[in-house]
Structure formats: structure tokens, C-alpha cells
């Protein structure tokens, strides 16, 4: 895959695809002041720059630590990283002075119906995604930029997910097997990520705000053990799509697109089945699309030696009440949700795009 450019309008890492490899870790400030906050802005764009783009690391002093952990090396490679920084409503609060300034549409996420929220897994001020071609490439950025930052920000959460290449074709799978991703909205259309996607000036959003857009993190462990004792046609009447092409109950290829209006009763394609309900495919449904960008998650055993690995699951948005929380409140008790558990995540709001060398993150906010 290319690499993803780190200067412009938006973050660009917003509509890239999914790498293979991720890290989402969401930071409480510890900064006490604006300054402060300020300061701990200017160094995260700094890192963020240079190791999106690679190059030599400072050279050491004659004493002290060296400046790189030297996990990549000499050279720092760019590695097809990218980084995403978002704010969560927390930062909002009266710290740093401001109450009032938050993208009028930042909440902090509530619990859904079906949902085992973990306190220690939910929330933050800060959440950085990291996303490159290999593993050693997003831990070195990790290290980089938890060390330049300690004094301003502590890691409250972490979760690290991968994706597979295509198995064998079309969009990777998910570790139900089922390929995820397919009926995105197009990336490349710049007209729809403006309805869709990006925070647009107007409807009472903050001029800072704009070019930026609400993410939803969703961490949702999935209970695979008894998913793997479900029947295949059980299995696909659930998502209403067929497990090994991708393909719509009534359709041949991926890219197929349901026939919801052929099929009223649902008797191919299931109307409680996800894909139906996330997406009816009526007039008034298609303001409620999002991008998502989702990633596999693996974190070995539980307490009771079953396993535990998921979705980290990611969605792009202009409005969080019209898209995510819509979609999300029609999928309540959808027969899926017998084998997967919602567990964390949070809202939080993507920066506008840093525009070139002078510029850094939030610089009209702060
Ligand atoms: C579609 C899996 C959670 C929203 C799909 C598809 C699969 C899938 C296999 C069909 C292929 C595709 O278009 O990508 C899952 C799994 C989940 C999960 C395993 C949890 C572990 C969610 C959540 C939301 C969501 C939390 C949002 C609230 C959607 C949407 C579509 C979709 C909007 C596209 C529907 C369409 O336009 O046809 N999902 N999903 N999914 N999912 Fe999920």
C-alpha cells in the first residue's frame, strides 16, 4: 500500500485502508494547564511527523539514554505508518479552559443494550491510532511518542489488532470468517466523505472543528468457541451474507448489492440479519451510513481458558447521533449479538488535518 501522506486538509489516515498491523491507545492528560496541553500538541505533531516520514534519529549526547529505542534500526523506516489523533469529551471539561469549545456533536459514549462496558477499558482524552505494515514498526512509534509525551499525557487503555490479507480475494475477513468491509461507503468519492465523513462548516459546528470527523471505537470481544459450533446457513443467516464469497443471501459476487424491496418478508436475507438492519437501503438511510475501519483483535486466554480475541472496531462520521447511534440502536438484540460482547471504546473527535510544517494538531482549538 502507498504510503499515507501526514500533511493536509484532513488527517488523511481517516479514509485510508486498514493496514496490517494496529495499536489504539487512549491517553488521560496529566498536562495542567493550556500551556501545557499546548506544548504536549506541538510535541505529539512533531513525532508524529517525523516518523510517518522516517529518517535518522537525533544523535545521542555523550551521556544519557540514546534518543531512538533503536527497534527499527539506524534509520527509522517510514513503514507505511500512519497515526490519528482524536479527542474524546473529557478534554473538554474545565482543565484547560475549554468548556464550549467542543465539536457541538462530541459525547461520551453511553452503554448499549447488550453491552459489558469494563471502566477501565472505556474512554480517554486522547486516542491515538497507530497503523503500519509490521508490528515492530507501530511499537517503535508507540515508544517514540509515549516517551517524548510522559509529562503530558499516561495511557489509560490499549488494544492492538492486525488485519489478514484477502483469503482469498475481495475484502479481508474477520475472525467469524466473514469477509468485513465490503459495503463501505466509497473513500474516493470526495463528495460522499463530505456528507458522510467529514465535520462540514455550519450545522453549529466550532470553526476549528471543521475537517475533522467523530470516530466510534467499539472493542467487541467475540465468543468464538460457540460460534464455531453454529451451522454455516445459521452463520449466514445472521449476517445475511455468504461466508465464503461475501456475496448477499440473493447475490453472486461481493460487490453485489442487496435487493431489499424483492425480498419483503426477508425470506433470503433475513430482516433481523446485521446487514439489513445496519443498513435498510431506504431513503432515509442513507444519511445514516459510516465509514468503518475495523481491525481483528487477539489477546490470548481468559481467566477461564477460553479465548479471547474480537473486533477492534472503528467508524468514521460527521454526526454521531444520526449515524453510529442510529445503526447501533436498530442492531439491539440482533441474533448476533448472542456471540459477541461489547466490552469498551469511546467517542472521540479527529483532529482536523495538520496543513503543513508550521502548522500542528489543534492549533485553532488551542
Ligand atoms: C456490515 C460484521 C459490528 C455496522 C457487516 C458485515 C459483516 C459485519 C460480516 C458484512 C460485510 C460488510 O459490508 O462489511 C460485524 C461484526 C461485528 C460488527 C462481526 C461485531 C463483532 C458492527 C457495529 C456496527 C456495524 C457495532 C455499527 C453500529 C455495520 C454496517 C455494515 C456492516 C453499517 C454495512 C451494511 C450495509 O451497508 O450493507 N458487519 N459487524 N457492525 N456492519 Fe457490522
Not at 474480537?310 to 453510529?324: E, I, M, P, V
Not at 442492531?331 to 508550521?358: K, S
Request: hydrophobic content about 35%; charged content about 25%.
Amino acid at each position: 500500500a502507498p504510503p499515507v501522506p501526514f500533511h493536509g486538509r484532513h488527517q488523511a489516515s481517516v479514509l485510508a485502508p486498514p493496514r496490517r498491523v494496529t495499536a489504539y491507545t487512549a491517553f488521560d492528560v496529566t498536562a495542567r494547564n493550556r500551556r501545557e496541553l499546548t506544548e504536549l500538541m506541538r510535541t505529539l505533531t512533531a513525532r508524529a511527523r517525523f516518523l510517518t516520514g522516517g529518517g535518522t534519529p537525533e544523535p545521542a549526547g555523550i551521556t544519557g539514554p540514546p534518543t531512538d529505542s533503536g527497534l527499527l534500526g539506524p534509520q527509522v523506516p517510514a513503514g507505511g505508518l500512519s497515526v490519528t489523533l482524536a479527542v474524546g469529551a473529557a478534554l473538554f471539561d474545565d482543565r484547560f479552559g475549554l468548556h464550549g469549545r467542543a465539536p457541538r456533536r462530541l459525547t461520551t459514549m453511553p452503554a448499549f443494550p447488550d453491552d459489558d462496558l469494563q471502566t477501565d477499558w472505556c474512554h480517554g482524552d486522547i486516542g491515538l491510532q497507530l497503523c503500519a505494515d509490521d508490528t515492530d514498526t507501530v511499537l517503535h512509534a508507540l515508544r517514540d511518542i509515549a516517551r517524548h509525551t510522559r509529562g503530558g499525557m499516561q495511557v489509560r487503555w490499549r488494544l492492538d489488532g492486525f488485519t489478514s490479507p484477502p483469503r482469498p480475494s475481495g475484502t479481508p475477513r474477520n475472525l467469524m470468517g466473514f469477509k468485513d468491509g465490503t459495503a463501505n461507503p466509497d473513500a474516493r468519492s470526495a463528495g460522499e466523505m463530505d456528507r458522510l465523513v467529514w465535520t462540514g462548516a455550519g450545522a453549529g459546528e466550532p470553526d476549528w472543528a471543521v475537517g475533522g470527523s467523530y470516530q466510534v471505537v467499539r472493542l467487541i470481544r467475540m465468543l468464538v468457541e460457540f460460534w464455531d459450533r453454529v451451522s454455516l446457513t445459521e452463520q449466514e443467516r445472521m449476517f445475511g451474507r455468504a461466508r465464503e464469497t461475501g456475496a448477499p443471501l440473493d447475490g453472486d459476487r461481493e460487490q453485489d448489492t442487496p435487493d431489499y424491496p424483492a425480498d419483503p418478508k426477508g425470506e433470503v436475507i433475513p430482516l433481523d440479519s446485521h446487514i439489513r438492519l445496519a443498513n435498510p437501503r431506504t431513503p432515509s438511510s442513507a444519511g445514516q451510513r459510516l465509514l468503518r475501519r475495523a481491525y481483528n483483535y487477539d489477546r490470548g486466554v481468559d481467566g477461564n481458558g477460553n479465548l479471547d480475541m474480537g473486533l477492534l472496531f472503528c467508524c468514521y462520521q460527521r454526526d454521531l447521533a444520526r449515524q453510529f447511534e442510529t445503526v447501533q440502536r436498530r442492531l439491539a438484540g440482533e441474533p448476533l449479538t448472542d456471540y459477541i460482547t461489547p466490552f469498551g471504546g469511546g467517542y472521540f473527535f479527529a483532529l482536523p488535518g495538520v496543513r503543513d510544517t508550521t502548522d500542528w494538531y489543534g492549533r485553532a482549538l488551542l
